[in-house]
């Protein structure tokens, strides 16, 4: 059996135990627009640094962003929503400054 078989076959075993049934966000589209905002010669670097165990400040930026995010979603209280709002919106505008660093280090370069 070819590894493409097999791991179509584990993908179909997990699908028929409802493995996959409770997954955050399923039926929605996946939000990849940090991503494509992202230079691809950046992104490729980022890859490389992933593949070697080393995930890069923008990285951690996104991934809090997105832990704050799905916080915000599970918070009623407004006293501690503002506050999350405000944590996503401080995070959101370093990883803003950093990548516009970026770009104009590019450009100049």
Do not use: C, W
Request: charge should be neutral; glycine fraction near 4%.
């Amino acid at each position: 059996m070819s590894l493409d078989k097999a791991v179509e076959a584990i993908i179909q075993e997990a699908m028929q135990r409802g493995e996959f049934d409770n997954l955050r966000g399923k039926g929605q589209p996946l939000d990849l627009s940090a991503y494509f905002d992202t230079p691809e010669d950046v992104r490729l670097a980022y890859s490389i640094l992933k593949n070697a165990g080393m995930v890069p400040v923008e990285i951690d930026l996104l991934q809090e962003i997105a832990a704050l995010k799905e916080r915000l979603s599970s918070t009623y209280e407004e006293p501690q929503r503002h506050k999350i709002r405000r944590l996503i919106s401080d995070k959101q505008m370093q990883f803003n400054v950093m990548m516009e660093r970026q770009r104009r280090q590019r450009k100049d370069g």
